[in-house]
């Protein structure tokens, strides 16, 4: 799900270090000198929907912030250098924290080979995430581009574990043949959603808390994931790449057979947890994809670049689940994607290119949300 390379090879480096510590209302104090203020500088006039806003990292790429269930840690992944990581790994923060180069995070998952999808587990003690270390210590290729057209690698040496909150992994849920990664769980805290490539195709499986009773949800051709549920867990929200011509299917299913995907057309989908009813919510072209329910479970707030021409910049919408009332919440000119919301409702952990300098570093913001 962390597919933010795909941007940033557009951009340039920068970073920025300063001493400080926060909470989550948007209010930072400078520790060198007590003052306190209020981020107000990162947030776009017309971003009416935060109240305030809180930059969370200073460096490299961070994303897919997502919150325990009592919403007072995150877990994310980063592959800040500075962080002593090659590549992407599992990072665990307080609510209230905020990371500089010189100040890391605890690191949750193993540092060898590479990571995505992490989320809490209901007992806010265990997390689960997708890793490629069973099969190599070093961090897998990451092709970004085949005959000049972007990609992501489907690696199939990823499966999925459970850790404690000392990095201990204490169980693996999948060890299928082929790509298990991308898993979320329900807040009913009773599913957990996952893509896989058992069948043969990128499609959407759910399973229970402890991996048992694996059941297929999709079934049609195209790359199915990123799958989040609704807040009360009886609805999937996902994104879908969907080939229809002839080439477009066979396309697909050569880069497929070579672990790869292209993720330049893509539409979101909707359905019932169990897989019925299932049907498309966006018809927008370019990339809509990391959607995430409202707190509220009738609108979905996205990210897409189907008003950009050139590919980005990626903005924020929300989009009504019977798919009227499409509205834009960012107004950013590079990238802003991986919207959270915390599970009471207030606040939106998302990522940005917003405040690095017109670099290429990604960072992590929590702004307070209001309606």
Same mark, same amino acid.
């Given at each position: 799900?962390?597919?933010?390379?795909?941007?940033?090879?557009?951009?340039?480096?920068?970073?920025s270090c300063?001493?400080?510590?926060?909470?989550?209302?948007?209010?930072?104090?400078?520790?060198?000198?007590?003052?306190?203020?209020?981020?107000?500088?990162?947030?776009?006039?017309?971003?009416?929907?935060?109240?305030?806003?809180?930059?969370?990292?200073?460096?490299?790429?961070?994303?897919?912030?997502?919150?325990?269930?009592?919403?007072?840690?995150?877990?994310?992944?980063?592959?800040?250098?500075?962080?002593?990581?090659?590549?992407?790994?599992?990072?665990?923060?307080?609510?209230?924290?905020?990371?500089?180069?010189?100040?890391?995070?605890?690191?949750?998952?193993?540092?060898?080979?590479?990571?995505?999808?992490?989320?809490?587990?209901?007992?806010?003690?265990?997390?689960?995430?997708?890793?490629?270390?069973?099969?190599?210590?070093?961090?897998?290729?990451?092709?970004?581009?085949?005959?000049?057209?972007?990609?992501?690698?489907?690696?199939?040496?990823?499966?999925?574990?459970?850790?404690?909150?000392? =990095?201990?992994? @204490? !169980? &693996?849920?999948?060890? *299928?043949? %082929? /790509? +298990?990664?991308?898993?979320?769980? $329900? #807040?009913?805290?009773?599913?957990?959603?996952?893509?896989?490539?058992?069948?043969?195709?990128?499609?959407?499986?759910?399973?229970?808390?402890? =991996?048992?009773? @694996? !059941? &297929?949800?999709?079934? *049609?051709? %195209? /790359? +199915?994931?990123?799958?989040?549920? $609704? #807040?009360?867990?009886?609805?999937?929200?996902?994104?879908?790449?969907?080939?229809?011509?002839?080439?477009?299917?066979?396309?697909?299913?050569?880069?497929?057979?070579?672990g790869l995907?292209?993720?330049?057309?893509?539409?979101?989908?909707?359905?019932?947890?169990?897989?019925?009813?299932?049907?498309?919510?966006?018809?927008?072209?370019?990339?809509?994809?990391?959607?995430?329910?409202?707190?509220?479970g009738d609108?979905?707030?996205?990210?897409?670049?189907?008003?950009?021409?050139?590919?980005?910049?990626?903005?924020?919408?929300?989009?009504?689940?019977?798919?009227?009332?499409?509205?834009?919440?960012?107004?950013?000119?590079?990238?802003?994607?991986?919207?959270?919301?915390?599970?009471?409702?207030?606040?939106?952990?998302?990522?940005?290119?917003?405040?690095?300098?017109?670099?290429?570093?990604?960072?992590?913001?929590?702004?307070?949300?209001?309606?």
């Open positions: 799900m962390n597919r933010i390379t795909v941007i940033l090879i557009l951009l340039v480096t920068f970073s300063k001493n400080e510590s926060s909470d989550a209302s948007g209010y930072s104090t400078d520790t060198t000198s007590g003052a306190t203020k209020k981020y107000d500088s990162l947030i776009y006039p017309e971003e009416t929907h935060f109240k305030s806003i809180r930059q969370v990292t200073y460096g490299g790429d961070n994303a897919e912030a997502y919150w325990s269930f009592d919403d007072k840690q995150l877990v994310f992944q980063s592959n800040n250098v500075k962080w002593g990581v090659g590549c992407d790994q599992m990072f665990l923060m307080n609510a209230n924290e905020t990371f500089t180069d010189s100040i890391a995070p605890p690191m949750l998952s193993t540092g060898k080979g590479r990571t995505t999808c992490a989320y809490f587990l209901p007992d806010n003690k265990h997390i689960i995430y997708a890793s490629t270390h069973l099969v190599q210590d070093e961090c897998p290729d990451a092709p970004l581009k085949k005959n000049g057209k972007y990609i992501w690698p489907i690696y199939d040496s990823y499966d999925i574990f459970v850790a404690d909150l000392e =990095g201990n992994i @204490v !169980k &693996q849920l999948t060890n *299928e043949v %082929g /790509y +298990d990664a991308e898993p979320t769980v $329900s #807040p009913k805290g009773d599913k957990i959603v996952f893509t896989s490539t058992r069948s043969g195709d990128l499609e959407l499986y759910t399973m229970n808390i402890d =991996g048992s009773d @694996v !059941k &297929q949800i999709t079934h *049609e051709l %195209g /790359y +199915d994931g990123g799958a989040f549920f $609704s #807040p009360d867990g009886s609805k999937l929200i996902f994104r879908s790449s969907r080939p229809k011509t002839e080439k477009e299917i066979k396309n697909y299913k050569d880069l497929l057979a070579e995907v292209e993720p330049t057309e893509m539409e979101l989908y909707i359905c019932n947890a169990d897989g019925s009813e299932l049907r498309q919510l966006t018809d927008l072209g370019n990339a809509n994809w990391s959607p995430f329910f409202h707190p509220s609108k979905v707030l996205f990210s897409s670049n189907f008003e950009s021409e050139r590919g980005f910049p990626f903005n924020l919408y929300l989009i009504d689940i019977d798919g009227k009332n499409l509205k834009r919440v960012t107004h950013s000119e590079t990238f802003d994607a991986f919207p959270v919301f915390s599970n009471d409702g207030k606040y939106l952990a998302f990522s940005s290119n917003r405040n690095n300098g017109g670099g290429r570093d990604t960072n992590l913001f929590i702004a307070e949300w209001q309606d």
